[in-house]
């Protein structure tokens, strides 16, 4: 197999792994195995490669805006959702995804209940903001494994 094949796959693989890793960019990496595929090898043709690069393109912005989406689904405001979007990645970066997950929910909680004084309401706003986020990578893993998997059929098929 061509070396530069190789190291498209690597970077596919790595788009999937950083869907649940911190600090890798899943849809940047899916993105780029795709483009070194087809540089190498000529496939797949246009409308796939638009449809493949489209995906990767979606996953990044799932990756980027998890904190931001997930927050806003729960109902919060928008100051509310970038502070929480804030904090979860300040706190990713020394904390990997944990921090993420608990900078977005402890936020969103704080700041809630800050504004309502409401404990239930806070507490159910912070909890759906967590599962926004926690959807997000299972998003992401599957956009950059449907990726994976279609460069795989190109290849191997």
């Given at each position: ?17 950083g ?6 960019p ?39 805006l ?12 928008t ?18 995804p ?5 900078g ?18 806070s ?15 299972g ?16 290849q191997?098929?």
């Amino acid at each position: 197999m061509d070396p530069l094949v190789l190291v498209a796959f690597a970077l596919l693989a790595a788009g999937v792994a950083g869907s649940v890793l911190p600090l890798l960019p899943s849809g940047l990496l899916s993105l780029a195995g795709v483009l070194l595929y087809w540089w190498a090898t000529g496939d797949p043709g246009f409308l796939l490669l638009a449809v493949l690069v489209g995906l990767s393109a979606v996953a990044a912005l799932v990756d980027w805006l998890a904190g931001f989406v997930g927050a806003r689904a729960s109902g919060v405001s928008t100051r509310t959702a970038a502070l929480a979007s804030v904090a979860g990645f300040l706190l990713m970066l020394p904390t990997g995804p944990l921090g993420l997950v608990a900078g977005v929910a402890a936020t969103v909680f704080a700041v809630e209940f800050r504004e309502s004084a409401d404990l239930s309401g806070s507490a159910r706003r912070a909890g759906y903001a967590t599962v926004g986020v926690l959807a997000s990578a299972g998003m992401q893993v599957v956009l950059t494994a449907t990726v994976l998997a279609a460069v795989a059929w190109l290849q191997f098929a």
